[in-house]
């Protein structure tokens, strides 16, 4: 194997492939990139028996060929050289780097011994690059990644036959839900679950590019955008819990407020739970008044706010969790919208959040704890 390439171009690919490469790999093959020499082009593989990405570079190729070799250690390499760079492989299975008058040579691994995971099928769909990576970021704020249940640290990916697509994520308080669009390819509806641990590579992989295309074979999923290729496993098994969720929810309370203001008063209650401690805030929707008031009690100290609101039902008292209504609000105050809709039906109930006037559809749904006296 012999090629010749920009540095800065292979160093992008190798970069791509450090972000779903093991730090402590079960196998050591895992810590090696695999480099592969072919027609006019060269492609970078890192991950491991399960998840991995290949990153396509441009070069100029004299032998083609395939080689294993320490990713971190070519990364050091790389990372210092601005110009082309030419890489050969050595009659040991490593290889041999020079860069003008700098020279080095990386022991290599048996290739054989690396896994390279691959599904060939069709397309399901295909979709806008930033903005699924967006909706996926997003939502991930309703992730529990330390659960024993997966479907709490999963993100849903559900697209129906007409192409409307729904991202969805859980915990034990909180859930977010974003539609997005796409053009499908299948004439089936496809469902899918993406771990929590692959959300920032894949989000890493859709960063700069237009669209993506998504396939699936025997739970194994392929991402495609432009010169990357994500591959990793699908969760196996049907965890649904949330359409029981969001079956259940009926409201009949509903509250617009100022996104701004209400996340103010929000943040100022928080002050209440500085010195750490869990601590849950009342939320007092007044229908004679047209206010909602906040109040919520720490250990050194308690708060109270108010602001106006256009509510219509009856008063009612419901509480949450500071912490996860600042991040239900800042989910929804992410799309640049000025006003929200606060849903509940009583102090029980699961109460929804979401943009009022937007183009984003995205909703925050949070459990109450208990209830505290205003």
Known sequence: MKFSCQATELMSALKAAQSVTDARPIRPIYECVLIEAEGN????????????????????????????????????YISALTEEVEIASDKNGGITLKAGSLKAVVAGQNVNDYTIVNIDSDPVFTANASEFSNVISSVAFAINPNSDKRILNQVHIEVDEGGRGTAITMSDKKM?????????????????????????????????????????????????????TYIFPELVGKYMEWRRVLDNIKSDKFAKADIKGL?????????SGKNGETFLANL????????????????????????????????VDISFDVRV????????????????????????????IRPIESSYDCTAYIAPVRQLPA
């Open 325 to 352: 209504l600042q991040e239900a609000v800042a989910f929804c105050s992410s799309t640049g919208v000025e006003d929200v809709e606060i849903a509940l039906r009583g102090p029980a109930s699961v109460a929804t």
């Open 263 to 271: 996340a103010d008063a929000i943040r100022f209650s928080g002050v």
């Open 176 to 228: 977010g839900s974003y539609f997005f669009s796409t053009n499908m390819i299948s004439e089936n509806a496809v469902e899918v679950g993406i771990p929590f641990a692959v959300i920032k590579p894949l989000c890493s992989v859709l960063a700069g590019s237009e669209t993506f295309s998504l396939s699936i074979d025997n739970h194994v999923i392929r991402v495609d955008s432009g010169d990357r």
């Open 284 to 315: 007092h929707f007044s229908s004679k008044n047209q206010t909602l008031t906040i109040a919520s009690r720490g250990i050194v100290s308690d708060s109270m706010a108010e602001i106006g609101v256009d509510y219509s039902g009856d008063d």
């Open 41 to 76: 082009d060269v492609y970078v593989t890192g991950g491991n028996s399960e998840q991995q990405i290949r990153a396509r570079v441009s070069a100029d190729v004299q032998d083609e060929g395939i080689v294993a070799v320490p990713l971190k250690v070519l990364i050091g």
